[in-house]
């Protein structure tokens, strides 16, 4: 999750993204955006890749001379490095790159927006010569140096987050958002078991409408059976019904930022509102952290299951103790993976990359954890989901 979103954003119409909000060391991950930065133009031939960061940005290259002796040039640009779900990014393209004879160039950026240090790690993409470009965008400022690069004979490949509009890139790889969304839900119909649901939404924002944020959301009333309405903005569902297995109450839908701090205030609220709610749908991971501290606080950590999208190596563990009913996993090292080897192989005569069938984009996959199992739900363990956790 997009700084939100992979723990941001990880910000449209139906497809995603959000995410991404950060998600540093206590358990950041992501769901809103977090930001590029500037690359400087280098090459090695090393079997090791080197990196560096500082505030201003930074950019490491590796790479190693392909089988028929032809290097391809790629260039990876972040949206920052402070955040797990692109330092995960970063850490499987650099060890794909040197398998397959890719000279990657990583720049990434130390703030959300950095928009200006995104273009100019385009730029030096251009001038190097490189073949192509991978990039989780942060923001519309970037589209008329996309548009160089392409004109300039560079693929260029969205990861996580489609910009806007889509055909800035060539292709997007992502995650399907209104999937990971429906995976919580359903499993959050069956857990129930028939019983009124009360549920609690905590949205991405509430004042600006975001792809990721819109998908998920709508793919979790989905999945529980419940008709989100509008199908271009949250909330717009009846707030009682009839879910797959019994009655709901749509108790409060509450803006998150996609963070701890936010999805703590948002519970909160909820809880004001409503103090029967027995069912939290969030946003991210950040963002249900946070809702599970105020339940605590309330004491009703035995009344309420709080559902996750992410997938993270941290939250996972969450799934583990309890914290988190179910993590819908996401694969944002398979994302810049599968794009790396898709620009190499374009390079060297190569088909181009093609859509998933019936979606706009390449769909990278997803899948719910979680330690229970119930019958039409498949899940897999935390075990299980740990052995791969943001990786390909």
Not at 52 to 68: I, N
Not at 146 to 163: C, E, M, R, S, Y
Not at 183 to 210: R, S
Not at 340 to 366: D, W
Request: charged share 15%; proline share 3%.
């Amino acid at each position: 999750m997009d700084s939100s979103t992979k723990r941001a954003t990880r910000g449209g119409a139906r497809r995603r993204s959000y995410r991404r909000a950060a998600y540093a060391a206590a358990a950041l991950c992501a769901s809103a955006a977090l930001a590029a930065c500037s690359s400087s133009s280098s090459s090695s031939s090393s079997s090791s890749a080197a990196s560096q960061s500082s505030a201003s940005g930074s950019a490491s290259s590796t790479g190693s001379a392909s089988a028929g002796g032809q290097t391809v040039g790629v260039s990876l640009i972040l949206k920052t490095l402070t955040n797990p779900y692109f330092v995960t990014m970063k850490n499987d393209a650099e060890a794909a790159a040197v398998k397959n004879g890719v000279n990657l160039t990583v720049a990434a950026g130390s703030s959300d927006g950095d928009t200006q240090t995104q273009i100019s790690a385009i730029d030096n993409a251009i001038s190097r010569g490189d073949k192509g470009i991978l990039i989780t965008t942060n923001g519309n400022a970037v589209n008329t140096a996309l548009k160089q690069a392409k004109k300039a004979g560079l693929f260029v490949i969205a990861l996580d987050t489609a910009p806007t509009p889509p055909t800035v890139a060539d292709i997007t790889y992502a995650t399907d958002n209104t999937a990971a969304g429906k995976l919580d839900g359903q499993y959050a119909a069956k857990m129930l078991a028939g019983k009124p649901a009360v549920i609690a939404m905590l949205d991405l924002f509430n004042n600006q409408v975001v792809s990721v944020d819109v998908d998920r959301d709508h793919g979790f009333l989905e999945g529980m059976g419940i008709n989100p309405g509008n199908p271009n903005e949250n909330g717009q569902e009846a707030k009682t019904g009839s879910y797959a297995g019994g009655t709901y109450t749509i108790a409060c839908h509450q803006p998150t930022q996609g963070a701890i701090d936010g999805g703590r205030t948002a519970m909160e609220n909820c809880l004001s509102a409503n103090s029967n709610i027995n069912v939290v749908y969030a946003i991210n991971e950040p963002a249900a952290e946070g809702a599970y501290a105020a339940i605590k606080a309330a004491g009703k950590l035995n009344q309420i299951k709080v559902f996750a999208i992410d997938g993270s190596c941290a939250g996972l563990k969450l799934v583990s103790s309890g914290e988190f009913a179910a993590d819908a996993v996401q694969y944002p090292g398979k994302m810049a993976v599968l794009g790396m080897e898709a620009i190499a192989s374009l390079a060297r005569g190569g088909s181009k990359p093609s859509v998933s069938n019936g979606l706009s984009f390449f769909n990278t996959g997803t899948a719910l954890v979680a330690s229970k199992a119930y019958s039409g739900v498949t899940i897999e363990s935390p075990t299980q989901g740990a052995s791969g956790c943001w990786g390909s």
